[in-house]
């Protein structure tokens, strides 16, 4: 048997009577903590991926999910995303519940729970510490940068995705054989729920790596690179390429940018206050954040010399999951920081803690201090998650992080007539024609908003424009 099987075959979950008590207590803590959102509005991008979309309504849909785009039912948006299983798990979710309803909130509280248990359970395996898998699930549960994940519907896909790829080392590092079946499937589940879930090869190889030789490492990742191609191939199937995504910005612009936006998911993580859907974020212009960003790089991986496997691969987890967030030429112009793209990354700052608490000398003082902590973050959490509890909280947060997106301006003024308040959407709406003269949704609403108030002249002649911008009547 090689090095990497013989120590992954040894039992790593050591006896404790008090396991499922400590577990429990973190799961009751996350559901009530959540549970407010379950009478939460459909916001944002739930309307029409979700309430409004009919390729949830039968099964006779299902060979589509895995052929065609996530937003196939929508033709003018680009074929972007590839995410069958997140599509079949939105169908289960209108199979249990019936038509789309808040109670769809109460079903990403109960995979966020399923979530929290898998973290456990994985840290439970690694640090081989009942109290440090506690703080470290308690931590991926109650940390504010969460709650967008689990208060929108659309975002729930993180969840699963997490789930997933913790499923996925969980069942690779407890294989008895050098091919574990099972974290294959998973693997393939994650890459299927999620783009990010191709990052799933390159964290088995740090995983197996940090418990054996290079070689070895590199032979057991290889089967995931086998499922990965094939990933990659449906998606380009049925994307008709790799990416439709038009690009906002420069090469060189994107790169200057990535200490600006590093920054900022770090602020979030250590002081996670007015939490947003969005949040401004200048275009980076100068090098020298840059070169202090690669300076800290090579002084983390210069420290990790000195740290255990633990802390290394879940400094690796950290670093690829959330890679891909850094793919800044194709997301929203200067709206590149989400709070939702940290949640998977989440495990693997649970599994520094869980690994610093596991070893250090006073395990009942850390722990003391580490339930203040966690108590610190859960009620931020609860000050946080009523903010999505309806578009018109939602776009009134984003509007004071981002208040120069033309497209919150927009979903603030569309949010303030869907709530019959003409007189708040109509200087938001002569703003944005400022600047969007031609902009057929622009116009669509600011007929709206006249109709409103009852001036049918104004409302016509913008009604003229949109139509003639969208090439259509749209009424």
Known sequence: MSELGRELNEPKLIASKHWQIKLSAVLLLAF????????????SDDVLQIEYNPRLTSWTYLPGYFTQPLWAQDPQVLATYYRPLFLVWLRISRVVFGPPQPDYHLASILVELVAVGCVFLLLWRLTESVNGATLGAALFAVHPIQTESVAWLSASSDILLAIFLVLTI?????????????????????????????MAPLLIFVF??????????????????????????????????????????????????????????????????????????????????????????????????????????GAAW??????????????????????????????????????LLARVKFPSRAMAVAALVLAALAIQTFRTLPIWKNNLSLF????????????????????????????????????????????????????????????????????????????????
């Open 318 to 355: 950290v670093a690829l999951t959330l890679l891909p967030a850094l793919a800044l030429r194709y997301t929203t112009f200067n709206e590149f920081v989400h709070d939702r793209y940290f949640y998977t990354p989440m495990f693997g700052v649970a599994l520094i803690a869980a690994s």
């Open 32 to 43: 009530f903590l959540y549970l407010p959102s379950a009478n939460y509005r459909f916001v």
């Open 208 to 313: 197996a790596w940090t418990r054996s030789r290079l070689k070895e490492a590199a032979m057991r990742t290889l089967p995931y690179l086998g499922v990965a191609a094939v990933y990659l191939a449906l998606r380009g199937y049925a994307l008709n390429g790799m990416a439709h995504s038009g690009e906002t910005m420069s090469p060189g612009s994107a790169v200057l940018t990535w200490p600006i936006v590093l920054l900022q998911y770090a602020l979030h993580l250590v002081w996670p206050a007015r939490l947003s859907l969005c949040y401004y974020t200048p275009v980076g212009t100068s090098i020298w954040p840059l070169l202090l960003l690669v300076f800290a790089v090579a002084a983390i991986v210069w420290l990790l010399r000195f740290a255990n496997r633990d802390v290394k691969f």
């Open 170 to 198: 969980y069942f690779f590092a407890a294989g008895k054989s050098h091919i574990s079946i099972v974290s294959l499937l998973f693997a393939a589940m994650a890459m299927f729920t999620k783009e990010i879930g191709v």
């Open 396 to 475: 009134s947060r984003a509007i004071e992080t981002s208040p120069n997106s033309t497209r919150v301006l927009n979903d603030l003024a569309y949010s303030y007539l869907g709530d019959h308040r003409p007189q708040d959407a109509l200087p938001l709406l002569k703003r944005l024609l400022d600047e969007a003269p031609y902009s057929a949704t622009v116009n669509y609403n600011m007929a709206r908003c006249y109709q409103q108030l009852g001036d049918e002249r104004s409302a016509a002649y913008y009604f003229s424009i949109s139509d003639r911008l969208f090439g259509r009547v749209v009424r």
